[in-house]
């Protein structure tokens, strides 16, 4: 399997662009997080996605982040407007069905710089 | 809620000494735990899980974990550290019946050769 699969692997983007990061999680796992991580915070799960819905969205920091899942092979985390302090690692990561016990499995990241 | 303390910010090991990585968690019901290691400029990739059964989890590139259940630790452990160990390693926790996994701060390990 070629695991979690993100894309761009590095963006830089000027303050108040549209950036958007892309996923392509492992064929048939039912759930798929986004999680961003800094110096400062470590890493934070963002939100998370069961068979394509939105569980829990309670770590995204406001609304200038919004996070789909049109299918169950693709997902995006939108950030607009793009502020300097957005500058982090995303990352991507997907796992099986709901036992707590199954493995979370993560993307390479997307390196992020809003300058 | 779940949550993970990675005590040492940094562990230095001589290449071929024992390496130990410390981890402390807290959960409201049965722990399912992990250890993730993280190369410069990668993602995250697992190493091993303790979900239930032995409390000695062997895993990947010759890293084995400890549950103790009585400390509420799942230390990291392995016999002889090599200068490519160097990385960052992250415990995490996941409680019963719960997705989220959180994760604490990492460990920075320095093999020095």
């Known amino acids: 399997d070629a695991g979690v699969i993100q894309s761009p692997r590095h963006e830089v983007t000027e303050m108040g662009q549209e950036v958007t990061l892309r996923c392509k999680p492992i064929s048939g796992h039912d759930y798929l997080f986004w999680y961003r991580q800094t110096m400062m915070r470590g890493l934070e799960l963002l939100i998370y996605f069961n068979n394509n819905v939105p569980i829990d969205d309670s770590g995204m920091p406001e609304d200038r982040f919004s996070a789909k899942m049109p299918n169950a092979s693709f997902s995006t985390l939108k950030i607009q407007p793009s502020e300097p302090r957005d500058s982090a690692v995303y990352f991507c990561a997907s796992s099986p069905d709901r036992s707590s016990g199954n493995t979370i499995y993560f993307g390479e990241g997307s390196w992020l710089t809003v300058v | 809620a779940q949550s993970v303390a990675q005590p040492e910010d940094q562990v230095n090991v001589a290449e071929g000494n024992p390496l130990t990585v410390k981890c402390t968690y807290s959960?409201?019901?049965?722990?399912?735990l992990f250890w993730y290691v993280q190369y410069p400029n990668r993602g995250l990739q697992f190493l091993l899980k303790y979900i239930t059964g032995d409390n000695l989890v062997k895993g990947s590139y010759g890293f084995e974990a400890e549950f103790n259940k009585s400390q509420t630790s799942f230390h990291l452990k392995k016999p002889s550290a090599l200068v490519s160990d160097s990385a960052l390693y992250f415990c995490a926790v996941r409680d019963y019946g719960n997705n989220r996994l959180a994760f604490g701060k990492g460990n920075q390990v320095v093999v020095i050769p």
């Open positions: 959960v409201s019901g049965n722990p399912y």
